[in-house]
């Protein structure tokens, strides 16, 4: 058993270095680096009844969160500073051992294609360090409207999807305009754009001094102001110049943009003329233009040099 409880000193000592590295780069990157708490999941996405699908063996890159212990292990599941070291190192000697019994499977909820721990942090911390692509868990499911598309851990897919099951809920803008074109790339749009509706909300009411709902705001404010901000934005060509945009990006863009000029000029700056400025403060210089060109030409990617 010494010698392999030798080799969970070893495997404690990398996880730590690693631990230690991804703490630096997340504070150069103004990344928390943590994990994804269940208890925010559920209330954002109100979860409600969980039903126990049994023992299965679960990916373990799929595991993206915890239940109460988020902050105690990195996005990676590898251990910080607020964990015993012994009892992380007596979990990797059963996992190391071969003649042992092994560990028990932890316990894991799941949400989407996504899975959050609810027992057994260290023992999926231990698993991850040991290049282990499975894990043994009972799982319970939680029946939600996540999108299938969100099947592996990219926190920023996820967090991004979380938001706008949130906004669609308050909204209900996939019913009242089931074709909207609201769609963001990055996590912050939609808390955003709820914001703004609420400011919205409140105008209208001082408006009409009469009392309206948020969905009958949110469908007025997307006639009124999304849509046409859009169709301005696509008449200038705004969207060609950053292709792996959205509109609604750069809806969001625009109205920060034209936030910012009012604060700076006062009243009277029409969005007309904010996207037009927006456009000429943005718009590719023709050397940059001509770089595009011959990649596309000889087949070389962007970051490739010509």
């Keep these: 058993m010494s010698m392999y409880r030798a080799i969970a000193d070893k495997e404690w000592d990398s996880a730590r270095r690693k631990a230690f590295w991804a703490r630096v780069f997340n504070t150069l990157r103004s990344d928390s680096g943590a994990l994804i708490s269940f208890e925010e999941v559920s209330k954002r996405l109100k979860l409600k009844h969980a039903i126990y699908r049994g023992v299965q063996s679960v990916p373990i890159q799929q595991i993206i969160g915890s239940v109460g212990r988020y902050q105690d292990f990195t996005r990676a599941f590898l251990p910080t500073g607020n964990i015993e070291r012994e009892r992380w190192k007596a979990v990797a000697a059963l996992y190391i051992n071969p003649i042992g019994r092994g560990a028990p499977p932890v316990e894991l909820f799941k949400v989407g294609k996504l899975y959050f721990v609810k027992d057994g942090n260290h023992r999926v911390s231990v698993a991850r360090q040991l290049k282990l692509k499975d894990v043994e868990a009972h799982v319970w499911e939680y029946t939600t409207p996540l999108s299938d598309s969100v099947t592996s851990a990219d926190i920023e897919a996820f967090l991004l999807e979380i938001e706008r099951l949130e906004f669609l809920q308050q909204t209900r803008l996939d019913v009242s305009r089931p074709n909207h074109s609201i769609l963001f ?122």
């Design 185 to 306: 790339t990055c996590p912050g749009g939609y808390t955003d754009l709820l914001c703004q509706l609420a400011h919205y909300q409140q105008a209208l009411i001082q408006i009409d001094e009469t009392s309206i709902s948020f969905e009958e705001t949110s469908a007025i404010w997307y006639d009124m102001i999304y849509e046409t901000v859009i169709q301005k934005i696509e008449a200038e060509g705004v969207l060609a110049f950053f292709p792996n945009r959205t509109p609604a990006d750069f809806f969001a863009w625009i109205m920060q943009h034209h936030r910012e000029l009012k604060s700076q000029y006062g009243g009277g700056i029409l969005l007309s003329q904010t996207v037009r400025q927006f456009k000429n403060e943005n718009r590719p210089s023709l050397v940059n233009r001509m770089r595009r060109l011959a990649r596309r030409l000889t087949g070389r990617s962007p970051d490739e040099p010509l």
